[in-house]
């Protein structure tokens, strides 16, 4: 080695040098060869990041390097994602979906994402995300659903989102939006909710609040303009007093969800805690107790009365009963005499026994 190195340097310094490089190059691009690149994608080796974008792509491609951070798949037509579907690229840091024809996503579609920052989902047809979903991205900061038709979203997550700080929904077809789901978002500070189909009753109220506090505490918004009711339409639900609020009807009255208030013990325990303080702020600025009330005392005295006269009927009908038993007795001899018969007799035979 040393010898071969010497003679090198003092012979031919350059063509050794060249080959040395070439080999090293060709060692480089083996590499890059093993690690494949998919047929219709860019592959950046310097920058791990590979863009398959405008492609007509249907699906995911299947050789991506596993090295890969950054994944452009914009402007395809890719429209579904199995599960797992990005076993192959576990270091991703940046996923771009946006602009594709996504209507459903597998629950388990981004598992074993752990270290995704950037999903991009905006401009596909997606109608409603599962919380499964959320699961699988912890270290998520910005997520794009906007240009969707998302008309459903989880009324909260099982853990909180630690590190999401943008959270886009605009263009949806979001009539609610409960406030459990951004309070598992701790750190979220950029919010977008414009062009939805909110429906400014009680039900967003709970929402409205979350929305005053966010802002005060320094929360980017571009606000919540309502859909219905017609009073409210195309007015910021940030300026509506609450006290113009009409009241909640009843709580099945909410948004059809897969666990109904009637549902079983079980089925109905995860989403009874916001129901209920849906409920308590719905009640809050309702006024049917006086009413309530007032009729709960009117059935009551209803009843009493009802009962009262019943009973005193009974009575009535008993004391008569036990008279006309009385008078009945008397006017014939009394019901005694029966009874006083086999005395007699038995006072006779007793009487008469030592005489026989
Ligand atoms: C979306 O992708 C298609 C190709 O699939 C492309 O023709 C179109 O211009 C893209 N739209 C936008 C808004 O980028
Ligand atoms: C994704 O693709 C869109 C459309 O080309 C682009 O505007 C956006 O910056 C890309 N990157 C991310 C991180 O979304
Ligand atoms: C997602 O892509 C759109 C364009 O399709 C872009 O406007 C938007 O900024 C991107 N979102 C994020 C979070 O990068
Ligand atoms: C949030 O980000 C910090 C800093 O990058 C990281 O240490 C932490 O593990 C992340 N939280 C979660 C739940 O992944």
Known sequence: MKVGYEFSKESCEDPVMKGELLLLSSVMFLLYVVSGCPERCHCHSFSKSVDCSQQGLVEIPSDLPPQTLTL???DNEIHQLPAFA???VPQLITLNLSNNSLSTL???AFHGLQHLKVLNLTQNSLHSLENRLFHSLPQLRELDLSSNNISHLPTSLDKPWENLTVFAVQQNQLQQLDRTLLESMPSV???FLKNNL?????HLLGLKLWM???IYKGGVTDGITCASPDTWRGKDLLKIPHELYQPCPSPPD???SPAPQPGSARGAAPSLPEDRSALAECELKAKPRPANLRYAIATFIVTAVVCGIVGLMMLVATIYGCAYAAVTAQGHGGPLAP??????TAGKELLDSPAA
């Open 339 to 344: 009874t006083n018969q086999p005395g007699k």
């Open 254 to 256: 909410q948004v059809p």
């Open 198 to 202: 909110w429906k400014c009753n009680c």
């Open 86 to 88: 990005f076993r192959s």
């Open 189 to 191: 500070r950029l919010l």
């Open 212 to 214: 005053e506090k966010f």
């Open 72 to 74: 452009h798949l914009q």
């Open 106 to 108: 597998d629950p388990g």
